[in-house]
């Protein structure tokens, strides 16, 4: 069974920073794009950021979050990150990670989903 557990979430004021770490199992790392996504009170889940396994490509979304977060992996780990700086309240969002055999910025393209992690900002 395919698992993709995400970790790292939590309470945060405006402006602090926050890793999130996603730990994949059951799959052939190397053959999937790992993905953020998010998803916010009344809004459709988002796409954040994707990585081959290598780390040769990283896409981000067309917004803020280009300039703020990071993702990068580890191969040998099969584990994910994002790396988020400078956090808003309008970055609180339930924060999923993702698995795809296709390159895709789509959430209807998603092979796999973790289940979420809370990321809250706030003051």
């Known amino acids: 069974q395919v698992q993709l557990v995400e970790s790292g979430g939590g309470f945060v004021r405006p402006g602090d920073s926050l890793t999130l770490s996603c730990a994949a199992s059951g799959l052939a790392f190397s053959s999937y794009y790992m993905a953020w996504f998010r998803q916010a009170p009344g809004k459709e889940r988002e796409f954040v950021a994707l990585i081959n396994w290598n780390g040769g490509i990283r896409w981000y979304a067309d917004s803020t979050v280009k300039d703020r977060f990071i993702i990068s992996n580890s191969d040998a780990e099969e584990t994910v990150y994002l790396q988020m700086s400078s956090l808003k309240p309008d970055d609180t969002a339930i924060y999923y990670c993702?698995?795809?055999?296709?390159?895709?910025?789509?959430?209807?393209?998603?092979?796999?989903w973790g289940q979420g992690t809370q990321v809250t900002v706030s003051s």
């Open positions: 993702a698995a795809t055999i296709k390159i895709t910025r789509l959430s209807s393209d998603v092979d796999y």
